[in-house]
């Protein structure tokens, strides 16, 4: 009798450990992907990111940097899934997913000057208690949300006024409120994959595309094109979000140390992130001395502030009051960074 329940007991601490050990295996490594590559912003967050978790923690992150899992949309089906525990994504790829998120393309909303755009980022209500609900109802946790600089056009013509994007096929993002930015602006929308891009501009399928000024350097944009404009229109958003099932699922250690990391990598990526657009520039002047550099003067941005009426307009068109919502707080939050 005592050796069967000798075995019983030997039975149920080997299930246990066994059980354990599956549990501890499947935290042991959180993977992590991002849209851009290990030097660029989103990999250095990530990096900033992965020494704060293993530090603090057990636990271990893999970093898989852009194009290793697929493009934009298989990393954000893959977290979705549960496959990736962490993904940083543009609101400009889940816009299809999250009209709301499109806020952020709306022309001339958010302000050029980055002590100004960190405080909105850091404080703003419509991030930090609005979105986290609608990014929840497509199964993700919204851990932060953070700007990568200014976005710029390049184009293989020169652009000074609306006017000169006429019949210019511009590549942008699967988003349907940039595609609207973009007809507002004069020229012809075009989506296309990332991966198409640089091939593309090089064939004259399109001749433009926009971005912020150190991923037209780092991916060689200038190369195939001829322009860059500074029309201060937007600056590059980027959302960090974790599967909200593997999320929901730690134990409240676990998620203070997803926080704390979070909040260090923000605070680390807008440091990291001050002069980065003049480096770039002075890295694509040397490599192509005859790059033409167009900064619009505010007669010449104009239009394209009235254009960007229109384009808010639309977003409340396809977002309806829930869009409004939002836009009318984060209209309040950048009134409160900017002051």
Known sequence: MKSIKKRLLAGFAGAAIFIAGAAGAQAETWKYAFEEAMTDVQGVFAQKFKEEVEANSDHEIQLFPFGTLGESADIMEQAQAGILQFVDQSPGFTGALIPEAQVFFVPYLLPAESEQLGDFFRNSKAIHEMFPELYANQGLELLTMFPEGEVVMNTKREVRAPADLDEVKFRVMTNPLLVESYQAFGATPTPLPWGEVYGGLQTNIIQG??????????????????????????????????????????????????????KAAFEHILEYQKGLTEKSLDKIKQAKPDMNIVELTEEERAPFKEAAAEVEAKFIEMTGDSGQKILDQMKADLQAATQ
């Open 209 to 262: 595309q926009e971005n912020p000024m150190f991923w037209v350097e780092s991916t060689k944009m200038y190369e195939v094109t001829d322009y860059i404009t500074f029309a201060g229109h937007n600056n590059f958003t980027t959302a960090v979000m974790a599967n909200k099932e593997f999320y929901d699922g730690l134990g409240e250690e676990d998620r203070k140390v997803i926080q704390d990391a979070t």
